[in-house]
T-cell receptor
Framework: AQSVAQPEDQVNVAEGNPLTVKCTYS??????LFWYVQYPNRGLQFLLK??????LVKGSYGFEAEFNKSQTSFHLKKPSALVSDSALYFC?????????????FGAGTRLFVKA | DAGVTQSPTHLIKTRGQQVTLRCSPK?????VSWYQQALGQGPQFIFQ???????QRGNFPDRFSGHQFPNYSSELNVNALLLGDSALYLC??????????????FGPGTRLTVL
């Protein structure tokens, strides 16, 4: 069965510093991996996805993620954090079944960016 | 272009009652998925609808049922409500195209409280 792990409940970083939010996955075939962000009292917003190809994926708001097949990781990164990046971040893996698909989310990592 | 809309925003029910939540997908989307997000947790996949049929289902009891209409909108029904059903219910839409890697667009959610 597919699964996703986000080992950190919370990440704290100072504004202007680089940030990393970790994610590891377990899949039986080729992984379809996603990152979403959730702001308070709002739904999830898509940030980026990895389907195939280049291991470094660029997404919205300056975020990028590095796919590492040997380490089964898909860490989210940003070179310079902003206070407005403070939110809840979810890593997800897509499991394609017969006739449809399901998305399996990690438990989430809360990012705090301090001014 | 309206995104994914959900109604109602908030709902309070008592144990044993039944509830219906509604979702209108983003314009042009034909696939709707429902998720349950308990406080402090990641979204849990309930089921996915495409072409008015349930295509995939997560580990939820039969008390959870759904429907998709010809205009692609969808309903989530929960019977015999339990206290543990209290959560944020998220609807997500996407364009199917026979692939598993199109990103999903999420609505703001319906906050269900069961007393």
């Amino acid at each position: 069965a597919q699964s996703v792990a986000q080992p950190e409940d919370q990440v704290n970083v100072a504004e202007g510093n680089p940030l990393t939010v970790k994610c590891t996955y377990s899949v039986s075939g080729n992984p379809y991996l996603f990152w979403y962000v959730q702001y308070p009292n709002r739904g999830l917003q898509f940030l980026l996805k990895y389907i195939t190809g280049d291991n470094l994926v660029k997404g919205s708001y300056g975020f990028e993620a590095e796919f590492n097949k040997s380490q089964t990781s898909f860490h989210l990164k940003k070179p310079s954090a902003l206070v407005s990046d403070s939110a809840l971040y979810f890593c997800a893996v897509r499991d394609k079944g017969t006739g449809g698909f399901k998305t399996i989310f990690g438990a989430g990592t809360r990012l705090f960016v301090k001014a | 272009d309206a995104g994914v809309t959900q109604s109602p925003t908030h709902l309070i029910k008592t144990r044993g009652q039944q509830v219906t939540l509604r979702c209108s997908p983003k314009s042009g989307h034909d696939t709707v998925s429902w998720y349950q997000q308990a406080l402090g947790q990641g979204p849990q996949f309930i089921f996915q609808y495409y072409e008015e049929e349930e295509r995939q289902r997560g580990n939820f009891p039969d008390r959870f049922s759904g429907h998709q209409f010809p205009n692609y909108s969808s309903e989530l029904n929960v019977n015999a409500l339990l206290l543990g059903d209290s959560a944020l219910y998220l609807c997500a839409s996407s364009l199917y195209l026979g692939t598993a890697y199109n990103e999903q667009f999420f609505g703001p959610g319906t906050r269900l409280t069961v007393l």
